[in-house]
């Protein structure tokens, strides 16, 4: 168990910035993702702290310690790779056993260790087997036992569900937090899926181009994302984004929805910043599809708004039914009941939660 500070963390592939100064502290068992898109720098970063690449500027310490210079293999830091990296000639128990022996590990407590670490990973029966006889679920295990075998202080995985089907991920994402919660050691965890970061994080680093939007509880991201990429990149189906401009109405400032002749106007007594919505300012108006529902649920009637808007495509899933209709010029989508009865082709009626909405200033995309 460790604690982790990144400061000011920078990396250059010659011409390329490819992380721009990066700032994150964990605490002692924390669960970090860092989430993002494909090529934002993740991996690199992740890299940085295994001690695989040089750091071109910054510092990474560990229990206070700076380890840039520290040998990876001196960090007792352990990885588990996206494509698993196992040995093929090797069987299970020896990929699992292997970075002790290179340790100088004796052989009867690398046996304790293996078989002990199989046993909470339930692949014991497994040990003998090499690995192209393996499930792609039990590789992924067996890439686990062998960073877990050197009980190491922090644990970094970089995508380590992508290359397992949808259903086998899930089942793997709660094995993987449910380990954690036992272990309790802190992990930095790498992944461009925003399910897997917010039901395993303790906290978020949401990374573009190299640099965090955003770093927070998975809570606090969903609800408040600071802006509009991270307002974009968690939630699904993602939040919807109308663009509006602040007037003024009879009782305070109003939303006059822009890309719509129907002159739609919205109040915003609701908003906790109202400081910021200066006359005639360009915002953007995000909405995320649970809080736009058909019109008998929702808020009481002082949240409530009702807006009308035609109604193109219905997607029901099971649980729940999404309802893609027209308003301020944008599709929304709203999130509908299975029962509630909607008209395709049509103008229905659907309610607003006004108290869950998000304002983000136009120009540049920073939460209001
Ligand atoms: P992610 O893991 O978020 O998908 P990476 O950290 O792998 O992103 O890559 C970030 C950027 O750095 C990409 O543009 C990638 O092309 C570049 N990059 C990564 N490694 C190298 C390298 N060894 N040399 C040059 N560019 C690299
Ligand atoms: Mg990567």
Known sequence: MATLDIKNIRKRYGELDVLKGIDLSLTDGEFLVLLGPSGCGKSTLLNMIAGLDMITD???????????????????????????????????????????????????????????????????HLLDRKPARLSGGQRQRVAMGRALVRNPSIFLFDEPLSNLDAKLRIEMRTEIKKLHERLGTTVVYVTHDQIEAMTLATRIAVMKDGAVQQFADPQTIYEQPENLFVADFIGSPPMNFIPALVVSGSSGPELLLQGDERQIRLPLNHHGRPGQLVDRKSVVLGIRPEHVTKTEEGPGPADRMIVEGRVDVIEPTGAETLVVFRLGGVDVTAKARPKDVVHKGALNKFAIDMSAIHLFDKETGRRL
């Open 58 to 124: 910054g510092e990474i310490r560990v229990d206070g310690r700076v380890i840039n210079t520290v040998h990876p293999k001196d960090r007792n830091i352990a990885m588990v790779f996206q494509s698993y990296a196992l040995y093929p000639n090797m069987t299970v128990a020896q990929n699992m056993a292997f970075s002790l022996k290179l340790r100088g590990v004796s052989v009867a407590e690398r046996q304790e260790a293996v078989a002990q670490v199989a046993d909470l990973l339930q692949i014991g």
